[in-house]
């Protein structure tokens, strides 16, 4: 029986420690900002439809890392809780006050982002025009490749009601991008 | 598009998109969005000047005679309009006037002399004075009478007060019971108002004595929590001295400053750190370390060593471990647990020891800083015989936790 994680000191220089496979790892504070920022920003992006919003979000995540006492277990523990904060700031966004008065007059989804390649970016466009709920769950599942059973773990849903949304939410995506290749047409 | 050209395409946007570069600055640096912490500077800016307000007007309190601060917010406590005023309440002052002329001697009017008792104006009057003099009116005439200047200075004639019998406890908390503007406040202000002169309300009620000694104990004690937030409480066992820190300082504890110098470079990591990967057993590491760490825990505590026998290290050239942390954990009945992670880099316990914030206990003469994480949670952070100690409980109580803590800190 291990206490898996010791989180030793405060302060993002400071180490932490996973203990896995009976060997002690060290992860400071740092190392899971450098590698996880652009996970959660992604899904924020997927949430929230505008990277200002998606941008306050990720810096709301890391500062909770900062300040959480959770123990970790390993270094996927991490990333699942990271990817479950986030599902909850977004969730505090759409609540707040400030976000419900400038969201209607703000509804745009063509925001400016860094493709790599524009030509990929109707399916960008395309799953923006989805409901959230499925934004997320189609996210994790096709982007950061988690099973039915660990999105259900991280949306804290049942594992049926994310296997419909997965269904509907492809559905849905495909029929959008069929008829924008249809107006093109 | 089947289901793997939509991962395949799903997977190549998004791996277009990144946070800024500003993001991962601000990320990295922790700088606080100016939009998110304006409330929290409007919250702390108030709260101060609240603090400040409270302090002064309860060290007037405390130091000054019946004409002080408090009679001053006594007669606050009238200047609202006299429209405003209850119409009962207004017609029990008037009657508890007539009923009670003012004590020409008594506790109420010692403390205040002569001339205040002079001074005191009549309901009536100070219903009338109501609607003209403003607080500040009142403020300044209070502090004249209780000798301290605008700037807030004890004047001569207040020190010379100073010696005058000092009021006791009862007496105060008689007066912010009469003080407070409040209906409840009201009842009880006019029942004093009955026995004692309007304004001071000296003499109280006897409800009003009742109450005064716990009310005072009670603002004492938040006095001194204020005081000294920090420190939970000290309790002392067989040559264990606990100065409890409080676990609020814990969380917002971050001791950059001590650790600005530290990163993984110098402390060494087994994560992604060269050098050679070596399985040292309990009894290899104790001899390296210097100390049998299981051995003086189980005998300082009701606890079992439930945890691995051995641990990777990664050594360098001259196989010693880069990273020498090792975590040892114990379990023992009613579901304690304790866990001890030792090094022989002080870091990690000198950054607590080092912080003068902190209350430092005393383990046979050895510096410790205990946290009382509540819930009966422990943090201890030590260092003994060139070893660094960080030590977690749950489910000991005081007693067991010193002899943990001495066990550990004895020869």
Redesign the interface.
């Known amino acids: ?3 898996a994680v ?1 989180i ?8 932490r ?1 996973v ?1 896995e496979d ?7 504070y ?2 899971i ?2 590698k996880y ?2 996970t ?3 899904l924020a ?2 949430r929230t439809k505008s ?1 200002e919003n998606a ?2 979000v ?2 709301d995540v ?2 909770r890392l ?2 959480t ?1 959770k123990e970790f277990e390993s270094e996927e523990h991490v990333k699942a809780w990271l990817l479950r904060v986030t599902i909850n700031c977004t969730k505090d966004l759409f609540l707040s006050a400030w976000f419900r008065k400038t969201e209607a007059l703000d509804e745009k989804i063509d925001s400016v ?5 524009e030509e ?2 109707d ?2 466009y395309a ?1 923006m025009r989805l409901p959230q709920k499925y934004r997320t769950v ?2 994790l599942h ?2 950061e490749g988690y099973s039915v059973k660990e999105i259900a773990a991280i949306t804290k849903t049942a594992e049926g009601t994310v296997k419909s949304q997965l269904h509907r939410g ?1 559905d849905l ?2 029929n959008i ?1 069929r008829e924008e290749v249809k107006d093109l047409g | ?1 089947d ?1 793997r050209d ?2 395949k ?12 570069g500003e ?2 600055k ?3 640096e ?1 700088r ?2 100016r939009r998110s912490i304006r409330p929290y500077i409007a919250a702390a800016g108030a709260a101060a000047a609240g603090l400040v307000i409270f302090t002064a007007v309860y060290n007037y309190d405390l130091n000054t005679d019946s004409s002080g601060v408090i009679s001053e917010t006594a007669v606050t406590g009238t200047e609202r309009p006299a429209a405003d005023m209850d119409k009962r309440e207004r017609t029990e002052q008037s009657r508890a006037a007539e009923k009670a002329p003012v004590p020409e001697t008594g506790a109420a009017q010692s403390g205040a002399g002569a001339g205040a008792s002079e001074k005191t104006p009549q309901p009536s009057e100070r219903a009338a004075d109501s609607e003209k003099k403003t607080t500040e009116d009142y403020k300044r005439e209070a502090l004249e009478r209780a000798g301290i200047d605008s700037s807030g200075n004890r004047t001569g004639a207040a020190e010379g007060r100073g010696t005058a019998e000092p009021k006791d406890g009862t007496d105060r908390a008689a007066e912010r019971e009469a003080a407070a503007d409040s209906p409840a406040q009201t009842e009880t202000a006019a029942a004093a108002a009955e026995t004692a002169a309007p304004v001071s309300a000296e003499p109280a009620a006897e409800t009003a004595e009742e109450n005064a000694a716990p009310a005072e104990q009670d603002a004492y004690t938040a006095g001194t929590a204020e005081a000294q937030p920090e420190i939970k409480a000290a309790k002392a066992a067989g040559g264990v001295l606990l100065n409890m820190n409080s676990p609020s300082v814990y ?1 917002i ?4 400053a001590n ?2 110098e ?3 470079e110098n ?1 060494g ?3 992604g750190s060269a050098g050679t ?1 070596e399985e040292w057993d309990n009894n290899r590491y104790f001899e390296y370390i210097g100390a049998d760490v299981i051995g003086r825990v189980t005998s300082g505590a009701e606890v079992r060593y ?3 026998e ?3 290290f990664m050594t360098d050239e001259s196989g010693k471990p880069v ?1 020498d ?3 040892f ?1 114990f ?1 023992g009945g009613n579901g304690s ?1 304790v ?1 001890v ?1 030792t090094s022989s880099d002080m870091i ?1 316990a000198e ?2 020891l080092s912080d003068p914030d902190l209350s430092l206990s005393d383990v046979n003469g050895t510096d410790a800083v205990v946290f009382d994480m509540d819930g009966g949670a422990y943090k201890c952070y030590m260092i003994f015989n060139g070893v660094s100690y ?1 030590i ?1 409980t749950e489910g000991l109580d005081d007693t067991a936790l010193s002899g943990l803590l001495l066990s550990i800190a004895s020869e």
């Open positions: 029986m291990v206490k010791i030793l000191c405060r302060g993002r220089q400071l180490p420690y203990l009976n060997a002690m790892y060290r992860f400071t740092d190392d900002a450098v920022i652009d959660v920003y992604r992006l997927s990277p941008e306050d990720t810096q890391f500062l900062m300040q006492h982002h860094s493709y790599e390649n990929k970016s399916l960008y799953l189609i996210h096709y982007y492809r995506l495909k991008m | 598009m289901e939509m991962q395409e799903y997977k190549r946007v998004f791996d277009g998109i990144h946070a800024s993001l991962k601000r990320i990295l922790q606080p969005r969380r504890y971050a001791p950059e650790m600005a530290y990163s993984t402390g990591a087994l994560y990967p439930t945890g691995d051995s641990a990777y990273n942390s090792r975590i954990v379990e647990y866990s992670i990690y950054a607590y960080v977690d």
